[in-house]
């Protein structure tokens, strides 16, 4: 077999024309080069003649440049390739073409570029299957998007990078470790990426594969060998034998293994952790696939992924083409479930299903008896499901103790196996309450049911739970108010509806009884079921009375709460600002001075400068709809203009419990007079102002006066 080729540039062949002190590489020379590669008895001295009289050799070397024939079959060093260079040369001479830069090269000079350039040779050698060069690692499709990290883990990675390097270094096997799915790979992609002797490096997808070791002693055996070794999916009793290997190659050889294991000797094998991202770095890599993605859905990935890079990434395909996709649409996607699936390995999953059905367990000392119950109740033997997860721990690190307690890591693990056991025995789920032995135990249980609302049994059992809320008792105690708020992600529209019939109907100073932890409870729940189309109208309408019966005099309270769902922006619902007016509506047709002055208030956030919320978490497990604001200058001016027109029509009831209140309502109002299109609508509303209320002529006539 015969390859003829000319490179114009020697950089495309090797990718390292020179060396360190930058002198000439033996192989590539100065100049261009027409190479030609001869397989077996196709590079014999009797089987060149005529080769350097073809066009190519002829006219590279008529132009000053060499002709190199790479000849396998010479297999006995110097005299195999003086013999085939006189046949050519010769032959040269004959002909009138340059002779003198005429090369071959036989087997074991070739043999040896191979051993110096294993990155580049593993391409020409027909490499077996998960072993890559650098590049092709580089362009795998996994690794196509952009890298994103802090600059903590930028400077990691030059200290690290150096540590490696052959003359200078101190390290020579690196092993990082930390759980599936947070970037491990990538992390040593960007580490060998930019490093000097990224050209030395070779990447094997599945260590266990590979016979490493022989390997890593064939480029030991040849003292001209530089190499380091990317060796991924690293088992534990692989460790220390590959780094007695490396230790036998002078500081020749590099070799960084990736695994979830930790190292079993720190001094000889340092280990670099590396584990899941942190929310804002999340939401800074998710925008940085998908910038266009709203706010809203990037936080439901980062929220439903946990840190784990890997599994952003499924979630945020999968979110990019279906936006009606909840938790339980995430898990059920092939992709995903084998994702996580991977993390458990094939073993019998029931013990852990004891500590996944709970958000936390109680596993030792005095609040060991959490754990023990759930274990009795599923008709499990306590100390083998300990041995068991402990054992799960120790092999996959996914069952940490967090004090006293233990929880599954990461949470969509724990989602997928809580889902796993309600769909598998939903009646022992449903009964699970009564059997837990703590309060905190039912808490952690009503906040699992949180993360898995969408689920059908959980659905099911929820909404049945739900129907028992309805009359201001089950809301004045606190713990009841959290199983409420919790359940109500399993149906956001039924939770809203039952606090608003069971607050409707009740006097001011009865609904003062939800105070303290519960009413504020009580007041997130709402906030959060606000953001729903469907539960907006009952859950502003249930602030609204409890605004009425107002006894918290913290900034978020219920007053505060209303209120800021009228914000034009940020108002923390999906709803439109004009379809939120039917609330505002309602309130004023109580003719009740409390409810009506707050939805003056509420009006008057059309004049505030400055939007402002706090975040708040998701009403439900479902991909949350877009916040609603105004999509152009004309929508925005269509939502003042409507408030403006609700105020005067206030102002003119003559109320004089509410004068304060527009005054109030007129000084942040005021600087409308500035914009022309609305300066009409702001005039007719401080003329009804001063028509009813003579003694707010002076106030306004002092905002109208600093305004203009």
């Given at each position: 077999?015969?390859v003829?080729t000319?490179?114009r540039?020697?950089?495309?062949?090797?990718?390292n024309?020179?060396?360190?002190?930058?002198?000439?590489?033996?192989?590539?020379?100065?100049?261009?080069?027409?190479?030609?590669?001869?397989?077996?008895?196709s590079?014999t001295?009797?089987?060149?003649?005529?080769?350097?009289g073809?066009?190519?050799?002829e006219?590279?070397?008529?132009?000053g440049?060499?002709?190199v024939v790479v000849?396998?079959?010479?297999?006995?060093?110097k005299?195999?390739?003086?013999?085939?260079?006189k046949?050519?040369?010769?032959?040269?001479s004959a002909?009138?073409i340059?002779?003198e830069?005429?090369?071959v090269?036989?087997?074991?000079?070739?043999?040896?570029?191979?051993?110096?350039?294993?990155?580049?040779?593993?391409r020409w050698?027909?490499?077996p299957?998960?072993?890559?060069?650098?590049?092709d690692?580089a362009?795998?499709?996994?690794h196509q998007?952009?890298?994103?990290?802090?600059?903590?883990i930028?400077?990691?990675?030059?200290?690290?990078?150096?540590?490696?390097?052959?003359?200078?270094g101190?390290?020579?096997?690196?092993h990082?470790h930390?759980?599936?799915?947070?970037?491990?790979?990538?992390?040593?992609?960007?580490l060998?990426?930019?490093a000097?002797?990224?050209?030395?490096?070779?990447?094997?997808?599945?260590?266990?594969d590979?016979r490493?070791v022989?390997l890593?002693?064939?480029?030991?055996?040849?003292?001209a060998?530089?190499?380091?070794v990317?060796?991924?999916e690293i088992q534990p009793?692989?460790?220390?034998?590959?780094?007695?290997?490396?230790?036998?190659?002078?500081?020749r050889?590099?070799?960084?293994?990736?695994?979830?294991c930790p190292?079993?000797?720190?001094?000889r094998?340092p280990?670099?952790?590396?584990?899941?991202?942190?929310?804002?770095?999340?939401?800074k890599?998710?925008s940085?696939?998908?910038p266009?993605?709203?706010?809203?859905?990037?936080?439901?990935?980062?929220?439903?992924a946990?840190?784990?890079?890997r599994l952003?990434r499924?979630?945020?395909?999968?979110v990019a083409?279906?936006?009606?996709l909840d938790?339980?649409?995430?898990?059920?996607?092939?992709e995903?479930?084998?994702?996580?699936d991977?993390?458990?390995?094939?073993?019998?999953?029931?013990?852990?299903?004891?500590?996944?059905?709970l958000e936390?367990?109680?596993?030792?000392e005095d609040?060991q008896?959490?754990?023990e119950?759930?274990?009795?109740?599923?008709?499990?033997?306590?100390?083998h499901v300990?041995?068991?997860?402990?054992?799960?721990?120790?092999?996959f690190?996914?069952?940490?103790?967090?004090?006293?307690?233990?929880?599954?890591?990461p949470?969509?693990?724990?989602?997928?196996?809580?889902?796993?056991?309600?769909?598998?025995?939903p009646?022992l789920?449903?009964s699970?309450?009564?059997?837990l032995p703590?309060?905190?135990?039912?808490?952690a249980?009503y906040?699992?049911?949180?993360?898995?609302?969408?689920?059908?049994?959980?659905?099911?059992y929820?909404?049945?739970?739900?129907?028992?809320?309805?009359?201001l008792?089950?809301?004045?105690?606190?713990r009841?108010?959290r199983r409420?708020?919790?359940l109500?992600?399993?149906?956001?529209n039924?939770a809203?509806a039952?606090?608003?019939h069971a607050l409707?109907?009740?006097?001011?100073?009865?609904?003062?009884?939800?105070?303290?932890?519960a009413?504020?409870?009580?007041?997130?729940?709402?906030?959060?079921?606000?953001?729903?189309?469907?539960?907006?109208?009952?859950?502003t309408?249930?602030?609204a009375?409890?605004?009425?019966?107002?006894?918290e005099?913290w900034a978020?309270?219920?007053?505060a709460?209303?209120?800021?769902r009228f914000?034009?922006?940020l108002?923390?619902?999906?709803?439109?600002?004009?379809d939120r007016l039917?609330?505002?509506?309602?309130l004023?047709?109580?003719?009740?001075?409390?409810?009506?002055?707050?939805?003056?208030?509420?009006?008057a956030?059309?004049?505030?400068?400055q939007?402002y919320?706090?975040?708040?978490?998701?009403?439900?497990?479902?991909v949350?709809e877009?916040?609603?604001?105004?999509?152009?200058?004309?929508?925005?001016?269509?939502?003042v203009l409507?408030a403006?027109?609700?105020?005067?029509?206030?102002?003119g009831?003559?109320t004089?419990e509410?004068?304060?209140?527009?005054v109030?309502?007129?000084?942040?109002?005021?600087?409308m007079?500035r914009d022309?299109p609305?300066?009409?609508a702001v005039a007719?509303?401080?003329?009804?102002v001063?028509?009813?209320?003579?003694?707010?002529?002076?106030?306004?006539r002092?905002s109208?006066?600093?305004?203009?």
């Amino acid at each position: 077999m015969s390859v003829h080729t000319q490179c114009r540039s020697p950089h495309d062949l090797t990718q390292n024309a020179s060396d360190e002190a930058g002198a000439v590489h033996d192989w590539l020379g100065e100049t261009d080069t027409c190479w030609q590669l001869k397989a077996r008895a196709s590079g014999t001295p009797a089987r060149l003649k005529g080769e350097v009289g073809k066009p190519l050799p002829e006219q590279s070397l008529a132009a000053g440049g060499r002709f190199v024939v790479v000849a396998s079959g010479s297999t006995n060093g110097k005299k195999g390739e003086s013999d085939r260079l006189k046949t050519l040369t010769d032959e040269a001479s004959a002909a009138g073409i340059p002779s003198e830069r005429i090369e071959v090269i036989g087997s074991e000079r070739l043999a040896g570029w191979c051993n110096q350039n294993p990155a580049v040779a593993a391409r020409w050698a027909g490499r077996p299957d998960g072993l890559w060069t650098l590049s092709d690692w580089a362009n795998a499709e996994v690794h196509q998007v952009p890298w994103q990290a802090p600059d903590s883990i930028k400077e990691e990675i030059a200290r690290q990078r150096s540590a490696l390097e052959f003359e200078t270094g101190s390290v020579q096997h690196l092993h990082i470790h930390g759980p599936p799915g947070v970037g491990k790979t990538r992390f040593v992609l960007e580490l060998c990426r930019e490093a000097p002797w990224s050209a030395s490096v070779i990447y094997l997808q599945q260590a266990s594969d590979m016979r490493l070791v022989e390997l890593i002693d064939g480029a030991v055996a040849d003292p001209a060998v530089r190499l380091v070794v990317v060796a991924d999916e690293i088992q534990p009793e692989q460790l220390r034998p590959l780094r007695d290997a490396v230790a036998r190659a002078d500081g020749r050889i590099r070799l960084v293994t990736v695994g979830h294991c930790p190292t079993p000797e720190p001094a000889r094998i340092p280990a670099l952790l590396v584990g899941p991202i942190d929310r804002e770095m999340a939401a800074k890599v998710i925008s940085g696939w998908y910038p266009a993605m709203p706010t809203e859905h990037v936080d439901f990935i980062v929220r439903f992924a946990d840190g784990y890079v890997r599994l952003a990434r499924l979630a945020a395909d999968a979110v990019a083409r279906d936006t009606s996709l909840d938790v339980r649409g995430l898990l059920s996607r092939d992709e995903i479930r084998a994702f996580l699936d991977g993390m458990l390995g094939t073993e019998d999953r029931s013990a852990l299903h004891v500590v996944a059905v709970l958000e936390s367990v109680g596993w030792t000392e005095d609040v060991q008896i959490e754990g023990e119950a759930i274990a009795r109740h599923f008709g499990l033997a306590w100390n083998h499901v300990r041995s068991k997860v402990s054992e799960f721990d120790r092999r996959f690190g996914i069952v940490p103790r967090g004090g006293r307690y233990r929880y599954i890591s990461p949470t969509p693990l724990g989602i997928h196996l809580a889902v796993e056991a309600w769909t598998t025995f939903p009646d022992l789920l449903r009964s699970l309450p009564d059997a837990l032995p703590t309060e905190g135990a039912k808490d952690a249980y009503y906040e699992r049911l949180r993360s898995i609302a969408s689920n059908p049994q959980v659905q099911d059992y929820a909404r049945q739970e739900l129907a028992f809320f309805f009359q201001l008792d089950d809301f004045v105690d606190a713990r009841a108010v959290r199983r409420w708020s919790a359940l109500s992600a399993a149906d956001p529209n039924q939770a809203a509806a039952s606090i608003r019939h069971a607050l409707e109907g009740t006097a001011p100073e009865e609904r003062s009884r939800i105070e303290d932890r519960a009413r504020r409870e009580t007041v997130w729940a709402l906030v959060r079921l606000a953001w729903r189309p469907g539960a907006f109208f009952d859950a502003t309408k249930a602030l609204a009375l409890l605004a009425e019966a107002e006894n918290e005099s913290w900034a978020n309270n219920a007053t505060a709460e209303f209120v800021g769902r009228f914000q034009i922006f940020l108002g923390g619902t999906a709803v439109p600002y004009l379809d939120r007016l039917a609330v505002i509506d309602e309130l004023v047709a109580t003719d009740r001075v409390p409810l009506v002055r707050l939805a003056l208030k509420a009006l008057a956030q059309v004049g505030e400068r400055q939007a402002y919320r706090i975040g708040s978490e998701p009403a439900s497990d479902e991909v949350p709809e877009k916040e609603w604001h105004p999509s152009t200058g004309r929508e925005n001016l269509e939502c003042v203009l409507a408030a403006l027109e609700r105020l005067t029509k206030l102002a003119g009831l003559d109320t004089v419990e509410l004068e304060s209140d527009f005054v109030a309502a007129a000084n942040s109002l005021a600087m409308m007079l500035r914009d022309s299109p609305l300066r009409s609508a702001v005039a007719t509303l401080f003329d009804a102002v001063r028509t009813s209320y003579p003694e707010a002529r002076e106030p306004l006539r002092r905002s109208i006066a600093d305004v203009i």
